[in-house]
């Protein structure tokens, strides 16, 4: 049977990469789109040699109607993964004309480019940043959309609600919206993972540079939460378990479904304090930290309930938190500067 092409915009970052190995796995062959805005062009080769296949890669920005009739006109895509986007909580604030622009300008060059050529099923890289503050957990996907407390959240908002508004209308159409929880960990090999710019925003990339030594200590960000250790709850994900929850997801969309959302997490919460204490527990490295004050806009607890999707695309996340720190750590001690090395 010929291989289904996917066409994976963003597929050069973090979360993308990983999708494009578990892709070639399953027999599906991946073109990517990337413009490289967050990401390095020494990724490619990386997944050559993973996969030990030729990937195919555009520079080009999806936001640019040509880069993207380019490469549709160019393949006969079966979908579209769609991770390209920007997506630092932080810079969102600072830049939210550009987070705004770039965000959903991709996704709605991608609606009018997509049924030009046929192209009738997307998925989409949602958050659950788009529940908003929880009232409890764990969220269910038909737990009520919240309030963003940034421009980045309010993308994934308005991001969804364009693709519902455009399935309204168009009912052969199929879009998978997941919401991602929190994608931790790197591939077995080293080779790929997360590398970004500066001092890392979130937990793990930080850690991670404690345990090679390019930062002191860890600030963990409030321990008066009322948790059972008071640090904050959060659902980390293996993003090899993530890649293939994606994997899962096409089939589904090749059932033509409509539109579908599902969470992509463990199901399980794990605070600040626990975390810590599993990477010690998995590398032998100690992380040395300090109790800070809150960070503005946290949530006290926040995880999945799976149930929907193991119900209906039968995913279940099979990697440990332990698994995940093991492997992050082995990323970043292979790259202790990312891809700059
Ligand atoms: P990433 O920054 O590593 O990957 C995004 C990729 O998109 C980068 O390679 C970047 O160069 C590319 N890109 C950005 N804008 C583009 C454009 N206009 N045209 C072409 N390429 C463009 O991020 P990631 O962690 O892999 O996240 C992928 C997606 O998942 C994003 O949409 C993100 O918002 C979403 N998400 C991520 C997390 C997380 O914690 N990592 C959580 C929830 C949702
Ligand atoms: C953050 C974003 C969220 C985004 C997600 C993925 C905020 C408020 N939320 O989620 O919108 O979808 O990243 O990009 O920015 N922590 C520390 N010390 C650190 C870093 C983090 O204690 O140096 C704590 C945080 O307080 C939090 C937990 O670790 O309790 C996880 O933080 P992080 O990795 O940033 O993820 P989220 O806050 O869940």
Known sequence: MERKNILVTGGMGYIGSHTVIKLVEYGYNPIII???A???EKVLPRLEKITGTKIAFYKGDVCNR?????VLSENKIDAVIHFA???????SVQKPVEYYRNNLDSTLTLL???PKYGVK???????????GTPTHVPLVESDPIGQATNPYGQTKIIQEGIFQDYCHVHPDFNVALLRYFNPIGAHASGLIGEAPNGIPNNL???VTQVAVGKRDHLSIFGDDYNTPDGTCIRDYIHVVDLAEGHVLTLKKL???PGLVIYNLGTGKGTSVLELVHAYEKATGVKIPYVIAPRRAGDVEANYAATDKAEREIGFKAKYTVEDSCRDSNHWQQMNPNGYED
């Open 34 to 36: 990337d413009n490289l």
């Open 38 to 40: 967050n990401s390095s």
């Open 66 to 70: 040509e880069d993207v009739d380019k």
């Open 85 to 91: 986007g920007l997506k630092a909580v932080g810079e």
């Open 112 to 114: 009018e480019e997509m």
């Open 121 to 131: 099923n997307i998925i989409f890289s949602s958050s659950a940043t788009v529940y």
């Open 204 to 206: 793990m990339p930080y």
């Open 254 to 256: 090749f059932e033509n």
